[in-house]
């Protein structure tokens, strides 16, 4: 996917399945190719990887965009809230699978 050398890349749980080595070696290359000045729109379940890769994301809910904006201002300023307990209050989450959290990197 890199060997044309893009400036953007789309990538659906790219963690899904892998390795601790593989994982490390994918988030190197990705923070790579982020500085190198390319955008990255990654999928994500895993809300610890969204909130340590990402600097730009949005949710999605029921395949609608409820929010989207930086960690620090979908938190309202709380940097004590989880990303989690932000994810759960936009989707209105009481008991049921959450949906995708997208990470718009670059």
Known sequence: ALLPGPSLLFLD?????????????IKDLM????RRGGTIFLTSHI????????DHLGVIHRGRLVAQGSIAGLRGGDGGRSLEAVF???????GEAPPALEWLGG
């Open 13 to 25: 749980e790219p963690f899904e399945g892998i390795d601790a080595i593989a994982s490390r070696q």
């Open 31 to 34: 923070q790579g190719f982020v």
């Open 47 to 54: 809300l610890e990887i969204v909130e340590r890769l990402g």
């Open 88 to 94: 759960l209050g936009l989707v209105g989450a009481a």
